[in-house]
């Protein structure tokens, strides 16, 4: 059964994946935003606003004040990196402390399940952190996607992949918390994770 | 369980594949996928003639700002004796050097994310001349007034990207190195 439902999942993902060639040619016709202001800004051409400015000797001297400019430590799209990162770390984490249930016949009373234990609270804190991941990518790449630009945008792809692999993980491990019985979650979790590495390769 | 994790294994081959498509070489596909190193950006000059010869009047802009079409028409004999209105003549073989390098790094021939952004942008249409009408581009400075660029005596025009872009000769424009000046507090 299980087996079946992540062939499921890799075909729907394959599909999805397979029109990535065939959407690029075709424009979707949906109103978008980014569309509507870009507009022609003739400040945007040098030629338009000061034909000399190349040839004038510049009085300042900018290259050296500007090369001690260090960005600053914390900024939207750093915590989401940093966020993204920590996600991937605690993915790693509860595959390492995963353990497997004594199934056969002969096993005898088998202990609790333990919902509290390490993998269980790793796992807990990797959803989390997907989740909190896909929100500050939201908040601070607000500009970086655009519907406009079809699926073979890198930036699009992230978005995607990212969402789809946290929610892949999401999904498995609130399956097993809500189980009373072990359950089978380690392939659409795995696949979640590799899901999301796969995201923040595209745009790394 | 097997099962599972074959599966999980061959999805995860289709998703690494998927993300290549149609992306030619600067390094193989597979050099990028398992690089640590980062390809945000645009990948930095590494060609003395071209920083020289280029870097002359404006910043030397990265080959990965524009793809291969456009690199081709302002890369010629005729068209740098007229380079936007002025003279940037080279001889036969500066030329020759300066257009290959052009050619081998251009943005379609780059994994840098922003270089693909711009490939991207500029597959269909006509071959922009400028980095400043690439699409991509564009979108990224609609919101900065005019003040800021054309009225700002230290920066004048979008095109002198190193003037806002503090570390654009190392290739790298993201939003956390940007730095307008006499504009401390643009983000307001």
Not at chain 2, 20 to 46: D, N
Request: proline fraction near 5%; charged fraction near 20%; include cysteine.
């Amino acid at each position: 059964m299980k087996g079946i439902e992540s062939i499921c999942i890799a075909a729907m993902c394959m599909a999805m994946l397979s029109g990535t060639a065939a959407a690029q040619d075709q424009t979707i016709d949906l109103p978008n935003l980014s569309s509507e202001y870009v507009k022609d800004k003739e400040s945007f051409r040098l030629a338009a606003n000061d034909p000399n400015i190349l040839k004038e000797k510049s009085e300042t001297a900018p290259a050296a004040t500007q090369a001690e400019y260090e960005s600053p430590l914390f900024t939207g799209s750093k915590v989401h990196q940093y966020l993204g990162i920590a996600t991937v770390a605690a993915a790693a984490g509860t595959f390492l402390t995963h353990f497997h249930p004594c199934e056969a016949p002969n096993c005898g009373a088998q202990p609790p399940r333990k919902t509290n234990g390490l993998h269980a609270n790793m796992g807990k804190a990797t959803a989390l952190l997907a989740l909190a991941t896909v929100a500050s990518g939201v908040i601070s790449h607000w500009d970086d996607f655009h519907t406009e630009d079809g699926i073979s945008d890198p930036d699009n792809q992230h978005v995607l992949l990212g969402v789809t692999g946290a929610v892949l993980m999401a999904y498995a491990i609130n399956k097993s918390a809500r189980s009373t019985v072990p359950t089978n979650h380690a392939a659409v979790a795995e696949l979640g994770a590799l899901t999301m590495v796969t995201a923040i390769k595209l745009t790394w | 369980m097997m099962k599972n994790r074959f599966t999980a294994a061959l999805l995860a081959t289709a998703l690494l594949m998927s993300g290549g498509v149609a992306i030619a070489e600067e390094e193989s596909f597979t050099q990028w996928w398992f690089s640590p190193w980062r390809h945000k950006e645009v990948q930095p000059v590494a060609n003395k003639v071209w920083n020289e010869e280029c870097g002359s009047c404006h910043l030397a802009y990265q080959p990965g700002l524009l793809p291969t079409k456009s690199w081709e028409k302002l890369l010629t004999e005729t068209a740098l004796a007229d380079h936007f209105g002025d003279d940037a003549s080279l001889d036969a073989e500066t030329l020759k050097e300066v257009r290959d390098y052009a050619l081998a790094n251009a943005a379609d021939k780059s994994y840098h994310k922003r270089s693909r952004k711009i490939a991207l942008a500029t597959e269909t249409g006509d071959a922009p001349l400028r980095i400043s009408d690439v699409r991509y581009i564009k979108r990224k400075h609609h919101e900065l007034p005019e003040k800021m660029i054309k009225g700002n005596k230290d920066v004048k025009s979008l095109s002198h990207c190193n003037k806002c872009h503090t570390k654009a000769e190392g290739g790298n424009y993201d939003n956390d190195t940007v730095s307008i000046p006499n504009y401390p507090d643009w983000k307001d």
